[in-house]
């Protein structure tokens, strides 16, 4: 069976500062990743995905990811953190043997951004 | 277009009482999903709909049953709710899972507490 492991439960950054989350995978195949972001009171949005192809992926708001299939990793980075990327950050993969039927997300980073 | 929406936004039921959480799209989106999320849990799947009129279980069926009689809504039930389902719903579709156009999108959630 396929997990998402998001070993930072909380992460505190300064305003401007560069932001990486971790997010480590389980799963046999080429899974699908997918990294999505959930603001208090909200649903969640997505901010990029991989399927495959390219393994560095640009997504929404500046973020851009890297799948290394070596670390069965796909870590989520921004280069300067503005307040309002304060939220939680969710990791999930893809079982591509049902498409994507069945996602199975990390149990979440939350990030906050002191001024 | 209102994407995904959900029905009650807040509900407070006592044990053993039974009651229906509604989710609809307007994205023509053949799939649709039914996740819980629990402090420190991530989101994790009940029950999905690969296409109007079928069913399959996720991750943590016990205690909830749905129906996928028309293709833009997708019900939740709970028959007789426990404590242990204080939870925050999310529905969620997707219109071609498995591809790399694949994008799951969520509903702002509903927020139910069991006594």
């Known amino acids: 069976a396929q997990s998402v492991t998001q070993p930072d439960i909380h992460i505190t950054v300064s305003e401007g500062a560069s932001l990486e989350l971790r997010c480590n995978y389980s799963y046999g195949a080429t899974p699908y990743l997918f990294w999505y972001v959930q603001s208090p009171g909200q649903g969640l949005q997505l901010l990029l995905k991989y399927f495959s192809g390219d393994t560095l992926v640009q997504g929404i708001k500046g973020f851009e990811a890297e799948f290394k299939r070596s670390q069965s990793s796909f870590n989520l980075r921004k280069p300067s953190v503005h307040w309002s990327d304060a939220a939680e950050y969710f990791c999930?993969?893809?079982?591509?043997?049902?498409?994507?039927?069945?996602?199975?997300f990390g149990k979440g980073t939350k990030l906050s951004v002191i001024p | 277009n209102a994407g995904v929406t959900q029905t009650p936004k807040f509900q407070v039921l006592k044990t053993g009482q039974s009651m229906t959480l509604q989710c609809a799209q307007d994205?023509?989106?053949?799939?649709m999903y039914w996740y819980r999320q629990d402090p420190g849990m991530g989101l994790r799947l009940i029950y999905y709909s690969a296409s109007e009129g079928t069913t399959d279980k996720g991750e943590v069926p016990d205690g909830y049953n749905v129906s996928r009689l028309k293709k833009q809504n997708f019900l939740l039930g709970l028959e007789s709710a426990a404590p242990s389902q204080t939870s925050v719903y999310f529905c969620a579709s997707s219109s071609t899972p498995g591809t790399s156009t694949d994008t799951q999108y969520f509903g702002p959630g509903t927020r139910l507490t069991v006594l």
């Open positions: 994205m023509n989106h053949n799939s």
């Open positions: 999930a993969v893809g079982d591509s043997g049902a498409g994507s039927y069945q996602l199975t």
